[in-house]
């Protein structure tokens, strides 16, 4: 599932592109909010607004 969402996101995304990319109604947006959560709180994506997000480059790329 991460690695769909990866793919088909840009690097800043709404709510409701990766509602849409999950094939999620808006009488479940509560489970989007919640992956949400467990991607900001794993470092994969930053809060921009309310309900805008971008995606965190890893670091340990541009290193190699």
Request: charged content about 25%.
């Amino acid at each position: 599932m991460y690695n769909n969402i990866k793919d088909n996101l840009p690097k800043q995304f709404s709510i409701f592109q990766l509602m849409s990319i999950l094939g999620i109604d808006a009488s479940e947006v509560r489970k989007v909010r919640n992956l949400l959560k467990q991607f900001y709180l794993h470092g994969f994506i930053k809060r921009v607004s309310k309900n805008m997000y971008q995606k965190v480059e890893n670091e340990n790329k541009n290193r190699n």
